[in-house]
Nanobody
Framework: QVQLVESGGGLVQAGGSLRLSCTAS????????MGWFRQAPGEERDFVAV????????DYADSVKGRFTISRDYANNTVYLQLDSLQPEDTGLYFC???????????????????WGQGIQVTITV
């Protein structure tokens, strides 16, 4: 199985930046698309970004385009989400997830992901 652990969350002032990390347990995750999702207070969990299994395809939700950057480090089996120009509406619990299948190009569909991190809080103050 794939174990995922997020880190790097916290509290930041509007306009600031954070970098979230998601570290997988082994090289199995290196063959899977990796996504980021978030759940704002009182709202459903939404897609944020995905990077495909080889890092060539990237997709972002419209709400974060131009502000967030997803990347991955295969040597360290880690996926990153750089959050810039943060706004209060970015507040929420952020999850990383791994595709349940290997070799995927990436998808926005939550149902495609079979492995999930525990979630990490990001709070933006005004």
């Amino acid at each position: 199985q794939v174990q995922l652990v997020e880190s790097g969350g916290g509290l930041v002032q509007a306009g600031g930046s954070l970098r979230l990390s998601c570290t997988a347990s082994g090289r199995t995750a290196s063959d899977r698309a990796m996504g980021w999702f978030r759940q704002a207070p009182g709202e459903e969990r939404d897609f944020v970004a995905v990077i495909d299994w080889n890092g060539d395809y990237i997709d972002y939700a419209d709400s974060v385009k131009g502000r967030f950057t997803i990347s991955r480090d295969y040597a360290n089996n880690t996926v990153y989400l750089q959050l810039d120009s943060l706004q209060p509406e970015d507040t929420g619990l952020y999850f990383c997830a791994a595709d349940r299948y290997t070799g995927g190009i990436g998808t926005r569909s939550e149902a495609r992901y079979g492995y999930w991190g525990q979630g990490i809080q990001v709070t933006i103050t005004v």
